[in-house]
């Protein structure tokens, strides 16, 4: 009798009722070599068993192991749609990768902010879901991956690929520990990575001794504005146009161009819950209400994002930034980092910090630096896409007092700009799901606005013009609280991400400054003129950055082919923004990279001026020091911009960052 044959569809569901994986012994590989390299399995290629109707299953299950960290694209081709969403991975490791169909099904969340709303952390990789469309996926027929520009011919090779109705979990197969005893990655090297203490403490010296010869930069008075200029001193920073070329105005009445850099904080906390074996070993664990933790970007389990994928509670952080710099200044570590950080930017000719937390560290010496500062406990629960209840009896009351008490020990302080108070909101473009939200939540006086509106009739218009109306209530009850409370000092408004619409960007007339952040190879000179023709107002640039698929990290949302390569990306963005009259400065997102293991969201971009160590990047600034040195030049008109374009990677450079496959929002 012929041995009995199952169905390969039966044999399927009982792996998956086993936990068992259908894994190949020659795993598929993927060579990214061309600008655009993409493979495509059918699925009967990649694993006869998978269905093509997906419904009843929640997870793509794969086991995979990534050569790079640059981020890869993972689509699927359904009813004759394909969509797809960005994976993060660890790189040089087999992981097992649960990912979330819905993700793919579903539409993007109700979360604070854009990072919070696309970003998604998951335990042994992490996931953008912002572009790719949405499908029901009840007719899978194929399956690919694609990566844009890749640097060095990566591989990714995969030897499972299968389907689950419950979370299997993510996981890292082998390779353990990923994180050395200084937060480095275990499965790189590179120049200047410390394998001891003893490294640490040549490298730190080194730079304190080139440090104490640097001094600061050319024509630069106390606060880094252009000694060489005059206009009138207020005592304050202001904003104005000169011969049609609008400036900072410094307190002692110099002209100012801000080359800032944002989360100036001596943290950068990563999660370990269920992940303890990822690390050789542990820092301690930093309280909750640690005051390192907050406010700052992705710092915080507040951070969390909308789709429920974050850690469950209670979240366990550790900074192995902040343990390495107890190892080079001991316990009482932050008058040491304040005044060092300090010294660093004076020579790199960095001239504002985006917090407020370097001027409230500041050492013996007294050395200060300008700074931008975030209002908080503004956007009180129930939020709704960030924007609080505006039409609360009690909402500008509320407002009042908070802003009352956040600036009173600040309005007297020259070394203040300005305040802001929101980070990219996520609902422009997204006002009739907006609306949705308000009606499917708690009673709120928005809510009974909303529906005694819509009761006259419901339309994209009326919903629209229904958002706009509760985000300018917003906008003039703040302003108004700043210029009661604080007239000294200049309201930045909302920081602004993505190309919010004209009827957004209309509503902000009675900022002093619009802040807008933008990730490109340099601001686009049609949003940058446009933003001007709408508003009348200087713009600045809030956020930034190049990075690299290096050292373990992604290369986060524009991408530089190596680091010599960033540091000539950083002077091309910055010079071509300076190169507009309407542009008052650019500020670099952020200080130090984030954590290998990803911050609260999942992100782990290459995208600090300084690493885990603490040792800088001697290439960006290297290049920070010759840009910075032109920008009044520049500014002025005298002197054009570098035409030098940075290299995305070794087989060719896109003429746009959108083309890297990077969100689309920014």
């Known amino acids: ?105 579903q539409g993007l969340g109700n979360a604070v902010d854009l990072a919070a709303t696309v970003n998604q952390p998951r335990n042994s990789y992490w996931i953008n879901i912002e572009t790719g469309g949405r499908d ?85 008075d106390q606060y880094g504005g252009f000694a060489s200029t005059r206009a009138k001193a207020t005592g304050f920073f202001r904003v104005q146009q000169i011969d049609g070329v609008w400036w900072f105005i410094d307190p002692a009445g110099h002209y100012f161009y801000s080359v800032g850099v944002n989360g100036m904080r001596p943290v950068s906390a990563t999660h370990v819950n269920g992940r303890e074996d990822y690390f050789a070993s542990l820092p301690p664990i930093l309280s909750a209400t640690d005051p390192l933790l907050g406010p700052g970007p992705g710092a915080s389990p507040s951070a969390a994002p909308s789709h429920g994928a974050s850690p469950t509670p209670p979240v366990r952080m550790v900074s192995y930034y902040t343990a390495n710099l107890e190892k080079r200044f001991g316990p009482h570590y932050l008058a040491p980092w304040a005044s060092l950080t300090s010294q660093r930017l004076a020579a790199w000719g960095i001239n504002t910090v985006n917090s407020n937390f370097l001027n409230n560290a500041l050492g013996a010496d007294g050395r200060k630096c300008p700074y931008v500062t975030g209002l908080r406990g503004l956007q009180t629960p129930p939020l709704v896409m960030g924007l609080p209840d505006v039409y609360s009896a009690t909402f500008q009351q509320q407002v009042g007092k908070t802003v009352e008490k956040q600036v009173a020990p600040l309005k007297d302080d020259p070394w203040l700009i300005g305040y802001t108070f929101g980070n990219e909101p996520p609902w422009p473009g997204r006002e009739s799901q907006f609306v949705d939200f308000v009606l499917q ?53 909302i920081r602004f991400g993505g190309t919010p619409p004209d009827y ?60 010599e390569e960033r540091g000539l990306a950083y002077s091309y963005y910055v010079e071509h923004a300076a190169a507009h009259p309407e542009v008052i400065g650019t500020h670099w997102f952020e200080w130090i990279d984030e954590p290998v293991t990803g911050r609260a969201d999942g992100e782990n971009y290459n995208i600090g001026w300084v690493d885990v160590t603490d040792q800088p990047y001697p290439a960006l600034v290297k290049a920070a020091q010759a840009t910075n040195t032109r920008l009044l030049a520049i500014h002025l008109g005298a002197t054009p911009p570098t035409t030098r374009t940075p290299k995305t990677s070794d087989i060719g450079t896109p003429a746009d960052a959108s083309q890297l496959g990077m969100p689309a929002i920014q």
């Open 504 to 563: 957004v960007v209309q509503l902000t007339k009675g900022f002093d400054v619009y802040t807008l952040n933008k990730y490109r190879y340099e601001p686009p000179p049609g949003l940058i003129a446009n933003v001007h023709k709408l508003t009348g107002l200087p713009i600045l640039i809030g956020e930034f950055h190049i990075g690299v698929p290096d050292r373990g990290m992604a290369p986060g949302l524009v991408q530089a082919m190596n680091q």
């Open 441 to 493: 939540g708690p009673p709120t006086g928005m809510q009974q606005r909303f529906k005694a509106a819509l009761a006259q009739g419901d339309t994209p218009d009326i919903r629209r013009n229904l958002v706009l109306a509760a985000f300018k209530r917003y906008l003039d009850v703040v302003g108004a609280a700043l210029k009661q409370y604080d007239p000294n000092h200049l309201n930045m408004g």
């Open 136 to 220: 029901p996926l009840t007719s899978v027929s194929a399956i690919s991956f694609t990566m844009r520009y890749p640097v060095g011919s990566p591989t990714l090779e995969i030897r499972s690929v299968t389907l689950s109705k419950t979370d299997p979990g993510d996981a890292v197969l082998g390779g353990k520990p990923l994180i050395d005893q200084f937060g480095q990655y275990t499965h790189a090297e590179w120049p200047g990575k410390a394998h001891s203490v003893s490294d640490l403490k040549t490298a730190w010296t080194a730079e304190a001794v080139a440090l104490a010869h640097a001094g600061t930069l050319p024509d630069r």
């Open 1 to 105: 009798m012929p041995p009995r044959r199952f169905p390969a569809s039966l044999i399927f569901s009982l792996c998956l009722a086993l936990g068992i994986s259908l894994l190949r012994a020659d795993p598929r590989t993927i060579v990214f070599n061309q600008p655009v390299s993409s493979q495509t399995w059918t699925l009967r290629q990649i694993n006869p068993a998978l269905p093509s109707d997906w419904t009843g299953y929640d997870y793509l299950v794969l086991e995979f192991r990534a050569s790079s960290s640059q981020r890869f694209e993972l689509a699927l081709q359904s009813g004759g749609r394909i969509v797809s969403k960005r994976i993060h991975p660890f790189p040089g490791v087999w992981v097992r990768a649960s990912v979330p169909l819905r993700f793919y099904r």
